[in-house]
């Protein structure tokens, strides 16, 4: 039994709790996506999708806390790793001569 | 202390800890929409980075418990905290390359 089945308040348990959590994580989530939409720059986009795939690591990580389901962990893992190479890859392709680093 | 109070103190200390990532999440989502230029972007969206995402990822941590795939999230949590201001300034320095210029008092740019 994990911590996730420990009764918080009247029947609901932590891993309600952490559902919900999620819940507001993704809303937050689509409130950047409107700074990625508008931009008005290249960089105002990739800085709010970068903020995105962070919010969305959170989201699996907490998922897979409240599911009861460690197998999320590393998917978030992988997901983290491959975020910031979109970061990193398209602020060197967006400058001439690149050396962003 | 007993073993049921200590897992009480536990539950409740994992519910603060995602208040807080949420607030934190809440306040730089409110500064990437409404700050004028990229770069004060940049600074705000290093803090859903650094704090949002750090009590998230904490929080999971706490429920899961170091015996469980908690190492896995504090692995996430330290990743994260490396990479993130890394991407923030490669994007920052790539928009400085870009001609963009930092805005001043009196810009009213949106």
Do not use: C
């Amino acid at each position: 039994m994990s911590l996730a089945d420990a009764t918080l308040a009247a029947g609901y348990t932590l891993g309600d709790f952490l559902l919900v959590a999620a819940a507001g994580f993704a809303v937050l989530a689509v409130g950047m996506l409107y700074r990625a939409v508008v931009g008005p720059t290249m960089q105002d986009r990739v800085l709010a999708v970068n903020v995105l795939g962070t919010n969305t690591v959170v989201i699996l990580a907490i998922l897979g806390a409240a599911l009861d389901e460690p197998t999320f962990l590393d998917i978030a893992l992988v997901y983290a790793l491959l975020n910031f190479l979109m970061a990193i890859a398209i602020s060197k392709f967006t400058v001439e001569r690149g050396g962003v680093l | 202390m007993s073993a049921a109070a200590l897992e009480t103190a536990r539950v409740w200390l994992v519910v603060a800890v995602t208040l807080l990532g949420l607030f934190f999440t809440l306040v730089s989502m409110t500064g990437v929409l409404r700050l004028p230029d990229v770069y004060s972007r940049a600074h705000t969206a290093s803090q859903a980075d650094t704090l949002g995402a750090g009590f998230g990822l904490a929080a999971v941590a706490l429920t899961v418990g170091l015996a469980g795939a908690g190492f896995k999230s504090v692995l996430l949590l330290f990743f994260i905290f490396l990479t993130n201001p890394t991407a923030a300034h490669a994007i920052a320095r790539a928009a400085f390359e870009e001609g963009i210029v930092p805005w001043t008092e009196g810009d009213d740019r949106r």
